[in-house]
């Protein structure tokens, strides 16, 4: 069994100058087994983030933006019987999932000495 046949990453820097550098990198896994009998695959699932970092002088200004084209994919998925109330006592066998976390911005300071 083969969990997870295809995993792709790409990633590109960009430095300007001495000051200013930023890179965008894609990360895309294919669909995964979910169980022994591989009757049950996940989605693919492709997410792009992209930084941008300052220095002057000993500070540096960094901005990040994860998942920057807002995708809804599945971050993991899970295949598992679960019950809910007035469900048969052996449960319902369902994917169940963690959604990738929604476009995130993170702006951070840092000082070096």
């Known amino acids: 069994m083969v969990s997870l046949p295809f995993v792709g990453s790409f990633g590109i820097n960009w430095q300007l100058n001495d000051t200013f550098n930023s890179n965008l990198r894609v990360r ?11 009757d049950a695959q996940s989605s693919s699932f492709t997410v792009v983030n992209a930084n941008a970092q300052y220095q002057l002088n000993d500070w540096i200004f960094n901005l990040s933006v994860l998942n920057l084209l807002d995708s809804d994919d599945h971050d993991i998925d899970y295949l598992y019987s679960s019950r809910l109330l007035g469900e048969t006592s052996e449960g319902v066998e369902d994917t169940h999932y963690h959604p990738i976390e929604p476009r995130t911005v993170r702006v951070g300071v840092s000082y070096q000495f």
């Not at 895309?28 to 591989?38: E, I, M, V, Y």
């Open 28 to 38: 895309h896994f294919g669909k995964r087994t979910l169980d022994s009998f591989n």
